[in-house]
T-cell receptor, first 112, second 110 residues
Framework: NAGVTQTPKFQVLKTGQSMTLQCAQD?????MYWYRQDPGMGLRLIYY???????DKGEVPNGYNVSRLNKREFSLRLESAAPSQTSVYFC???????????FGDGTRLSIL | GENVEQHPSTLSVQEGDSAVIKCTYS??????FPWYKQELGKRPQLIID?????GEKKDQRIAVTLNKTAKHFSLHITETQPEDSAVYFC?????????FGAGTTVTVRA
């Protein structure tokens, strides 16, 4: 039982390059989330998927797209990376409404 | 959307003393309040949570209190130990989404 698995763990991109961050869970999560974490700003929601087949914008969606490929997988895509998107990205999942979110180990992304 | 404010941003305590972190939220419809601990370079991990129909919850040295009228909730850590040193985040859930505070860096001095 791996929990929430994110790939890659580290990535360096050049401005303008595209990339997809992968997230997969084996905890039967119905809802899945993508956050970014920047120093002094806590975790900010980028996009989420309340259930398979649905996606919605969070607090900071600009410059990102997501795909809920199936119940297990929720990917985050940067179409044209910008230095402002340098951050640590966390994927999380939740089974039911009053159960906590479980986080992956994060992807550390640097954009030069 | 929900706005969560967290204080203090840093907290240094002597080993064995208590630590208290306070959070306020803006939307009275928020109904679930988790606390996460994050060690350096690691994922956030849930340490305790409370629902809006409960005023207090305790788990060994950790307790959380909720005041719905004032829209604030607090984390209390008693008998602090060096392994309690970490960043702590509060959060409030509104319409199925969590909004997080900016975090409190807790340092326990030996």
């Amino acid at each position: 039982n791996a929990g929430v698995t994110q790939t890659p763990k580290f990535q360096v991109l050049k401005t303008g390059q595209s990339m997809t961050l992968q997230c997969a869970q084996d905890m039967n999560h119905n809802s899945m989330y993508w956050y970014r974490q920047d120093p002094g700003m806590g975790l900010r929601l980028i996009y989420y998927s309340a259930s398979e087949g649905t996606t919605d914008k969070g607090e900071v969606p600009n410059g990102y797209n997501v795909s809920r490929l199936n119940k297990r997988e929720f990917s985050l895509r940067l179409e044209s990376a910008a230095p402002s998107q340098t951050s640590v990205y966390f994927c999380a999942g939740r089974v039911e409404i009053y159960q906590p979110q479980h986080f992956g180990d994060g992807t550390r992304l640097s954009i030069l | 959307g929900e706005n969560v404010e967290q204080h203090p941003s840093t907290l240094s305590v002597q080993e064995g003393d208590s630590a208290v972190i306070k959070c306020t939220y803006s939307d009275s419809a928020s109904n679930y309040f988790p606390w996460y601990k994050q060690e350096l370079g690691k994922r956030p991990q849930l340490i305790i949570d409370i629902r809006s129909n409960v005023g207090e919850k305790k788990d060994q040295r950790i307790a959380v209190t909720l005041n719905k009228t004032a829209k604030h909730f607090s984390l209390h850590i008693t008998e602090t130990q060096p392994e309690d040193s970490a960043v702590y985040f509060c959060a409030a859930r509104f319409l199925g989404k969590l909004s997080f505070g900016a975090g409190t860096t807790v340092t326990v001095r030996a």
